[in-house]
């Protein structure tokens, strides 16, 4: 396998233009993590291959949506995409800053840390006048990317339960307001309306300026810090399916929370925790949650 040394990333965000003079680097992998009504039959981006969240990148035994894979599948999987341990990888998606951020947690949470989100996505290439790709691009040859597996990064129910109790831990929630309180229904059929006992909201959306870019550092330390006081030294995040929960992940790594085990994805997020069970849920504490972003 040739070497190729990694691209120095700015961190764990770059910007259009950053991508754009870099496109041709040898080793730099561009993924397309697009999901749902969002994905297109070919990635936009030149080069770009599709990082496949609603297929072979998420637990096939799994009922539910969006959960990680097991390594030897990731693995396998990423160096079909053509991933070397010396690449670089840049994901982006189709809306903007929305499952991008998912893909960009999976790897570090496989061990592959030289990786970065393309801050506002495809609508922010395609504002900035940027070339597109019509037809799929070929993979040059299979990578030899090797998944070294960081589990405190995705956890389970039994470890949020656990940090809701715990004052040193703090549970954000990254679905709409409405959705948190209960007052808007669960667009998937089965769940529970509401939210965990003791979680904060915050909307992915709030962590977004108007162009979809995240919003400056500061800001974004500014709408972390508003949520608890004391300020926990965990922060855990949950969504609909594990995906957005990823946005306030990458946030809070912005606004300078990241620190060794800091910060964990709770992977089942609401499709697991809003079916019925045992798993406590609350729907009239709306004196208790933050008003509406």
Do not use: K
Request: hydrophobic fraction near 45%.
């Amino acid at each position: 396998m040739e070497d190729v040394s990694a691209l120095s990333l700015p961190g764990p965000l770059v910007t259009v233009d950053w991508l754009a003079e870099r496109l041709d680097e040898p080793g730099l992998l561009v993924l397309d993590a697009s999901v749902g009504s969002h994905r297109r039959p070919v990635p936009a981006i030149p080069g770009a291959q599709l990082f496949d969240l609603d297929g072979s990148l998420s637990a096939p035994d799994s009922a539910l949506p969006h959960t990680m894979p097991s390594p030897e599948q990731f693995e396998r999987e990423l160096r079909e995409l053509g991933l070397n341990e010396t690449g670089t990888v840049v994901v982006y998606d189709n809306a903007g800053v929305y499952s991008s951020a998912r893909g960009w947690w999976m790897l570090r949470a496989m061990g592959f840390d030289a990786v970065a989100v393309l801050d506002g996505g495809l609508p922010a290439w395609s504002a900035a006048g940027l070339p597109q790709q019509e037809a799929p691009a070929q993979v040059a040859r299979p990578g030899d990317f090797t998944a070294g597996p960081r589990p405190e990064l995705i956890v389970d129910s039994a470890v949020v339960l656990a940090a809701l109790s715990d004052p040193g831990a703090a549970v954000l929630d990254a679905r709409a307001h409405d959705r948190f309180t209960g007052a808007s229904p669960e667009p998937r059929p089965g769940l529970r309306g509401g939210h965990m006992p003791g979680a904060f909201s915050l909307p992915f959306t709030a962590l977004l300026d108007d162009s979809g870019r995240f919003r400056p550092a500061d800001e974004l330390r500014a709408l972390f810090a508003d949520r608890f006081s004391p300020q926990p030294e965990r922060l855990l995040f949950s969504c609909g399916s594990g995906v957005t929960a990823c946005v306030l992940a990458l946030g809070a790594t912005l606004a300078g929370y990241a620190r060794g085990s800091a910060l964990a994805v709770y992977d089942g997020s609401w499709s697991e925790w809003g079916l019925p069970s045992a798993l406590p849920v609350v729907s009239d504490e709306l004196s208790a949650a933050p008003s509406t972003l």
